[in-house]
């Protein structure tokens, strides 16, 4: 099997406090690489580096370095690496399950911790922990994904509501969830976000559409429409910012 592994091999005195890393990196480049990585700031590595380093903590017996060049070959960069789909990783070449689950965990750490940053203060003055948040939560899907933030009256996060995946569409149903979810959650407000698979966040007359029928019938129940935003890999839109709604 491609995912043989011994997990996180500890220092020993008898081979001198060397790790297993050492002793499986005669020239080392394990070393040198782990050195930038404590020293070095957050350019220290390059993109094909830091999943080499993630890969060989999971499988410090191989060679990770191709591995991880092929990886960022075939999906583009780091956040596409970490961001794709844990089964695409595992059935990588030379990849496996346990591989892939070392990259997966980075990108749901990362989430996490966005997340818990957006939560914590009230999103109109936190926009930027925010569109981070989206951006590595949704900018590397391969299908488009529709969600709303509801917030409060101090305008803080209480739910963040996954409505699907598929294509964002005009039908009336849609709106009338959106707005029942606000209601039963005590919403004051509410923030429309989607992605683009395309890579691309300019806005579509059926976005700009459907968001002004959103917002109406919000208004219409006592809540606000503060933003609809796009996110896509080339960074992402704001139709409020645009003047779009």
Known sequence: MADQTRLFPEQTAANGGKSSFDGADPS????????????????????????????????????????????????GSLAGVL???????????????????ALHIVALAARRLARTTVREQPVLSNWQALLDYLHIDMAHLNVERVRVLYLNSQNLLIL?????????????????????????????????????????PQPSRA??????????AARLMGMTVHDHIIIGREGHTSLKAKGLI
Do not use: C, W
């Open 83 to 101: 961001n794709a789909d844990p089964q695409a990783l595992a059935l990588h070449p030379n990849m496996g399950e346990t591989s892939a689950a």
């Open 207 to 216: 976005d700009i559409q459907v968001t002004q029928k959103i917002m109406e």
């Open 160 to 200: 963040d509501h996954l409505v699907g995946d598929g294509t964002l569409d005009e039908s009336p149903i849609y709106t009338r969830e959106v707005i029942k979810k606000g209601l039963d959650v005590g919403a004051a407000a509410m923030i429309l976000v989607h992605n683009h698979p395309s890579g691309s």
């Open 28 to 75: 080392g480049h394990r070393a040198r690489l782990r050195k930038r990585l404590m020293s070095g700031g957050d350019d220290a590595l390059a993109d094909h580096e830091v999943i080499e380093y993630l890969l060989m903590v999971a499988r410090p017996r191989i060679d990770t370095k191709p591995i991880a060049r092929s990886l960022v070959q075939r999906f």
